[in-house]
């Protein structure tokens, strides 16, 4: 459509002669100054949750955008919604969610219930906690330490269907499993992070608190 130069320009691409009466007025200029602000990662609800720290955040995500992107670009987002690091007891939230999940698919897929000890969710969070990547580590760090060695387990015979497998952390990043019949073992999951994150929590804070390296501050390709 000739006449449309808001947000909404791309969705009246077909509209013909009649886009120009829905230019600017409720989805385009408005759309730029009103529309582009960010929500909490946290839900949502509240825009201005993460106080002074998030409306600089947001600001220099907004900042950064525009230095980037040509403005026919930027005029067709809706909204830009900046979310805020997850912390480490919303993180272990998110952990428990999973492993119920888990649970329940080893139940209705496999006829297995699984034992999940306080001790395993702790290491969990510990090796998927990242403020930095979000809940994505955490469910790698669930694949590692959970489903992998539940479906070793169930593989080799150690556990069979109708069967308990009851799972623990040794405190040093093993597995600890024990079968219906009393018999235990260690199942040692591989070390290195299959995801963008790389490192450990530490590094993933820095990086959060220090910001990315100034040449490419949104890690752009």
Not at 120 to 129: K, N, P, T
Request: negative net charge; glycine residues 20%.
């Amino acid at each position: 459509g000739g006449g449309g130069n808001g947000a909404g320009g791309d969705r009246r691409s077909g509209d013909g002669g009649g886009s120009g009466q829905r230019g600017s007025g409720q989805r385009g200029g408005d759309a730029r100054g009103q529309r582009d602000g960010g929500v909490s990662g946290r839900g949502g609800g509240d825009r201005g949750g993460g106080g002074g720290g998030y409306e600089a955040m947001r600001g220099a995500v907004r900042r950064e955008m525009s230095s980037r992107f040509r403005p026919e670009l930027l005029n067709r987002l809706d909204e830009v919604v900046v979310f805020e690091a997850l912390s480490r007891a919303e993180v272990s939230e998110v952990a428990q969610l999973y492993l119920a999940q888990l649970q329940r698919r080893c139940a209705d897929e496999m006829q297995i219930s699984l034992d999940l000890s306080p001790a395993l969710s702790d290491a969990i969070v510990e090796r998927g906690y990242s403020p930095a990547y979000g809940a994505r580590p955490l469910r790698r760090a669930v694949q590692a330490l959970c489903e992998d060695a539940v479906a070793e387990a169930s593989l080799d015979g150690f556990v069979g269907e109708g069967e308990s497998l009851g799972l623990d952390s040794d405190g040093e990043g093993r597995v600890l499993l024990r079968n219906k019949r009393g018999k235990t073992r260690t199942y040692e999951p591989a070390t290195a992070a299959g995801g963008i994150e790389g490192g450990d929590a530490a590094e993933s804070a820095a990086l959060l608190s220090d910001g990315l390296p100034k040449a490419n501050p949104l890690g752009l390709p």
